[in-house]
């Protein structure tokens, strides 16, 4: 039996100027998703939450939060860009140019803008990426750029966190058969 590393997600050495990253996961917003949104974050503007107020507006029913729309473009983003991140430093032009309703289905992708070594962390650097969002049927729903630190390969920051098992995990007699 063989230990397979599974994605650990990118490094600073990993990114590059130009580059794109497609983010592998789309999210259906749902109404539920919009109301709790809304909820959690004390956000009282009825255009998110009430049918008959959203229904006089020229949108004709209530509007997903667009803090709900930027956070899942964020977490969308994660798996690809900063996996191994340790701080966000900034977000800046956060535009929202189309709207989103519950039922669309949101898609991101991340362009790598800058990079540099950090002069105060030698065990990282910081990087600057543009995310788009995009609903299902290719409008851009939201864009903004992000610039975070992230680990070098090999920091100590990093080291092994999967705990050492007290029993290996094997196969059973059973699952071995073909």
Known sequence: MTLQDGWN????????????????????????????FTLLTMNTNQMHFNGEYAAKSEFGKPLVVSTLTVAIAVGQSVTDT????????GWEDIKLPHPVFAGDTLFSESIVLEKRESSSRPHAGIVT?????????????????????????????LAELFPEAKKPLTLDAEEGRA
């Open 9 to 36: 997600g990118r490094f600073y050495e990993d990114f590059q100027v130009g580059d794109v990253y497609r983010h592998p996961l789309g999210r259906t917003v749902t109404e539920s998703d919009n109301t709790w």
């Open 129 to 157: 990426i543009r995310t788009r969002t995009l609903n299902q049927d290719g409008d851009e729903v939201c864009t903004f750029r992000r610039t975070f630190y992230v680990y070098k390969r090999g920091a100590e920051q």
């Open 82 to 89: 900063t996996q191994n991140a340790f701080a966000n430093l």
